[in-house]
């Protein structure tokens, strides 16, 4: 089981590898799909995403993790996370567990939204697309590096 820090490190080089692809795909290969869909601000928001997911949004809420410690006062928000799953339960599931982040991460954003007046038709589809992958990734390669380490059969449990 890789620990915090190395899920961290193991993210953190599959970001560098996706914008190296990118980087390559778009400039030396000028791959029509990616210089139609891709600019920077969608690379960016994608970008922010996985960074702030990385090291706020790990499966590993389940338990008082490095990510779960990060959020330090507002930890609160994830507590009906943790008891929820028992640790490496359902959070480590490649399906349900960045769904299960992400309807938290819903229900936090509504309250904010809520207490800020922002209206989410405003926020463009490419952006919010860009953001949700950014979201889903690392939390994907967090649990994939989990069942290559463990070789446990969580994943498709
Ligand atoms: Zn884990």
Do not use: C
């Amino acid at each position: 089981m890789p620990s915090g820090k190395t899920h961290e490190i193991i993210n953190i080089t599959v970001l560098m590898v996706i914008l190296a692809g990118l980087y390559y795909f778009s400039t030396w290969q000028k791959n029509e799909i990616v210089t139609k869909y891709l600019d920077i601000y969608t690379i960016l928001a994608f970008s922010a995403s996985y960074i702030f997911a990385t090291f706020f949004l790990s499966p590993d809420l389940d338990t008082k993790s490095r990510p779960y410690k990060r959020w330090k006062i507002l930890k609160i928000l994830w507590w009906p996370y943790r008891i929820m799953f028992k640790h490496r339960g359902y959070s480590h599931n490649i399906v349900l567990g960045p769904l299960s982040i992400i309807l938290n991460l819903v229900l936090i954003a509504v309250v904010i939204i809520l207490i800020t007046g922002v209206e989410v038709k405003d926020i463009p589809l490419k952006l919010a697309f860009a953001i949700i992958v950014g979201i889903v990734l690392p939390i994907d390669v967090h649990i994939i590096s989990d069942s290559l380490v463990s070789k446990t059969k969580h994943v498709f449990k």
